[in-house]
């Protein structure tokens, strides 16, 4: 009797768990998805925000194709090209997708360590950049600089930083010449030089610029060619002085009020070259800095005063 009722209970209980089974089953058909599905433009705008810095990018290329092609133009956006090797893949990587390269890349950045060749090269791939900085060493002379004509082929370029010994062979300039430097507001040159001879080099033909960026020496800086220039660009918004880590800025501010040249103005802005470089790569703007600087002036009423470096410690000054 005993083992009867033992028989009947496990079969009872059998049925039961199949029944139950056979119910969570038809439930779970019937139930919608417990996890929401979003428009792919709703992914992609997630995927965005969430990839700002390309390291961030880089870790979800792998998510799903669409995903790839989302972020991989944002990798290509700003391209620092600090050497030989670093050229060399990056032509490998858009050689291709010519197209690719014009839609995708905006600024590019050309180091001393990059061959010419290599440099003329990109710029022809990267041909709709809106930002270059061009370093390369060039020995030879203009008419057989392999930079030349793609240099002249930058139709979207509004911002360049330049060694002018990368594009001239020669000391003697009027700067206004050269179509390129025309076509762009914001223009930095790393050659100390313009800042003691600026009057004698035509910087006064630039009448397009909004923002100009000079390197100098308070020892041979010619207030003159200063002075002149703050007077004769009509649009001119910063006038950004780098000077040398040894040498004050309120030397340098002496210089120029005590000079009668150069008349009290807002829109000198003075920083320590010894962060250049920490401000003039991929990830970083010294012209967003330098209109900090002047929009505080603006809003405090001053013409020479700096912002506490305690409060705003990322200021180069």
Known sequence: MIEATLSVSKKHLADMKSAHQREQMNLSQSMPMTYSVFPHEIEREIFLAGARKPSDAVQYLLVAKRVHDWLQPGLYRSVDVYDQKTAALFIRSIRERPEFAKA?????????????????????LCSQIKELTLQVIVNVPENENPLREPLGALDHIKTLALDLGSVLFR??????????????????FTNTWISARGIFCGLEGLKQLTHLSLHVNQAHIDVTAIGHTMNTLPRL??????????QSCETLWE???????????????????????????????????????????????????????????????
């Open 104 to 124: 995708a890349v905006k600024a590019v950045h050309l180091r001393p360590s990059v061959l010419p060749i290599q440099g003329a090269r990109i710029l022809w």
């Open 255 to 317: 210089i120029l009020e005590t000079s009668g040249k150069v008349n009290p103005d807002r829109r000198i802005v003075i920083f320590d070259a010894a962060y250049f470089a920490d401000c003039s790569g991929p990830d970083s703007s010294f012209w967003d800095l330098a209109d900090f600087v002047v929009h505080w002036r603006e809003e405090q009423q001053v013409m020479f005063e700096n912002p506490d470096t305690a409060s705003f410690p990322h200021l180069p000054l």
């Open 237 to 246: 918004r910063v006038l950004l002085l780098w000077r040398m880590e040894y």
């Open 171 to 188: 000391t003697e300039l009027q700067l206004a010449d050269y179509e390129l430097l025309c076509r762009v507001d914001h223009l930095h």
